[in-house]
């Protein structure tokens, strides 16, 4: 109900500033452009009225008082509408709104030319308001690339959205998908996108509910992890715990000689749990190999690669009493 309301409440801002603003600024530049063509005390008398009727100067000021608050920011609502935060959106009204201003401010410069009356008085104070606006643009763009407003229920449309999607029928499709909605998202916070047969032996562990999605449906699971804003764990320190695992990891049951029973009793243990709150992360396991694992992760610097680190290369030893076997596992650890 409430993204409805969002929606609705996005399209009537950003009309009413259309109707009343770029439609009144591009009227005024339409009666300039007269003049241009025929420098005429017509021409010229019908722009001064509606220089009058829409002066610049007012119209800014105008602008700069809805952008103030929140209730009437077309930017901010149409963000609000966006359940990714895309950054198209607000590049989209950023450019609204460098367009709006600018062109008051020229208005303004060739009114200030034309017309003996008209100083440069509006045309300073013009000046100060795209400046003002600036400062708020900059505050609005770290807002954005700082805070998650996109998590986790944007996240969780655009992952219901592929799940739902009939014509994504494999993990790589289904993946593409996905990422193709994070990468549009305006944001700073890194990610890692996992997809994959839900058939598989699979174990995941969330401190606390939004710390990842993790989504099955319809045969296939999807995990999103997005990085977290305080992290708990640097990358060497997660690549030891894997390698000690590998080490470490065995599992004996007697008589069992379906192994991948071995592996799925291995999955129940407890330890998983503590293992996660002892690193403070997102823990997530599947004991299948890079085949059967679709991954996408952010660019990060250095050899880091997402919010964390994953490996295809675990291993756990299976024994029977009779026989051993060596079963891969994918680790997934948030930072």
Same mark, same amino acid.
């Given at each position: 109900m409430t993204a409805h309301f969002d929606d609705l409440k996005s399209f009537v801002v950003e009309q009413n500033f259309y109707d009343k603003y770029t439609v009144a600024i591009s009227t005024l530049y339409k009666f300039m452009v007269d003049t241009l063509?025929? +420098?005429?005390? $017509?021409?010229v008398k019908k722009f001064e009225a509606n220089y009058k009727k829409s002066d610049p100067q007012t119209l800014v000021y105008e602008i700069?008082? *809805?952008?103030?608050? $929140?209730s009437t920011n077309p930017l901010k609502w149409a963000m609000k509408g966006d359940h990714l935060k895309s950054r198209t959106t607000f590049n989209k009204w950023k450019d609204i709104l460098d367009s709006v201003l600018t062109e008051a401010l020229f208005l303004e410069i060739y009114a200030s030319a034309l017309l003996p009356e008209v100083g440069n008085y509006g045309v300073q104070k013009i000046l100060e308001k795209i400046a003002a606006y600036n400062e708020m &643009?900059?505050?609005w763009n770290e807002e954005y690339l700082t805070k @998650?407003?996109?998590? @986790?229920?944007? !996240? $969780? *449309? +655009?992952?219901?959205? !592929? &799940?739902?999607?009939?014509? +994504?029928?494999?993990k790589e499709q289904k993946i593409d998908k996905v990422w193709e909605g994070i990468e549009k998202i305006h944001t700073n916070f890194k990610f890692y996108v996992v997809v994959f047969e839900s058939r598989h032996i699979w174990k995941y562990v969330k401190l606390w509910e939004s710390q990842a999605i993790v989504s099955d449906r319809n045969g296939y699971a999807i995990v999103v992890y997005r990085s977290a804003e305080k992290p708990k764990r640097q990358l060497?320190? +997660?690549?030891?715990?894997? $390698?000690?695992?590998n080490k470490t990891a065995n599992m004996i049951s007697g008589f069992q000689f379906d192994h991948w029973k071995i592996v799925r009793n291995y999955f129940e243990l407890d330890f998983f749990k503590n293992h996660a709150r002892r690193l403070e992360t997102f823990y997530l396991i599947i004991a299948q190999d890079k085949g059967n694992i679709a991954v996408k992760a952010s660019k990060m610097d250095g050899e880091k690669v997402g919010p964390g680190f994953f490996s295809y290369d675990g291993k756990l030893k299976c024994e029977d009493g009779f026989t051993t076997s060596t079963a891969t596992l994918f680790y997934l650890l948030g930072d």
């Open positions: 063509n025929d +420098l005429s005390k $017509e021409s700069l008082t *809805k952008l103030e608050q $929140e &643009h900059k505050k @998650p407003y996109f998590w @986790p229920a944007g !996240v $969780e *449309k +655009l992952v219901n959205d !592929v &799940h739902d999607n009939k014509s +994504l029928t494999t060497w320190q +997660l690549k030891q715990y894997v $390698e000690r695992q």
